[in-house]
Nanobody
Framework: QLQASGGGLVQAGGSLRLSCAAS?????RAWFRQAPGKKREFVAV????????DYAESVKGRFTISRDNARNTMYLQMNSLKPEDTAVYYC???????????????WGQGTLVTVSS
């Protein structure tokens, strides 16, 4: 139902843009990430036509979430990447705006982002 893409290897300070194509419609779309040995954590969320967005403190000012409802696709522009951003990034869709993963009903397969120092 969700297909994430765009991950890769980048040097610290570099940029990547993740995409999440969906075959389902939903009010809320979000990005989460999970580093090895750590819990899945919230990154960013966007609702409706993009009128409401929210970010984790660790990515504010560096990441930008957006969505194109005509293409039913969500994006995450990641700038000024740091080694601690290394993780598998997952996109999620659900009926309400939330920062906890268990409130989302559909998930993509994940795309790996590796930031080298």
């Amino acid at each position: 139902q969700l297909q994430a893409s765009g991950g890769g290897l980048v040097q610290a300070g570099g940029s990547l843009r993740l995409s999440c194509a969906a075959s389902v419609r939903s009010f809320s779309r979000a990005w989460f990430r999970q580093a090895p040995g750590k819990k899945r954590e919230f990154v960013a969320v966007i609702t409706g036509s993009g009128e409401t967005v929210d970010y984790a403190e660790s990515v504010k000012g560096r990441f930008t979430i957006s969505r194109d409802n005509a293409r039913n696709t969500m994006y995450l522009q990641m700038n000024s990447l740091k080694p601690e951003d290394t993780a598998v990034y997952y996109c999620a869709a659900g009926p309400i705006r939330a920062t906890t993963p268990n409130l989302y009903t559909a998930w993509g397969q994940g795309t790996l982002v590796t930031v080298s120092s």
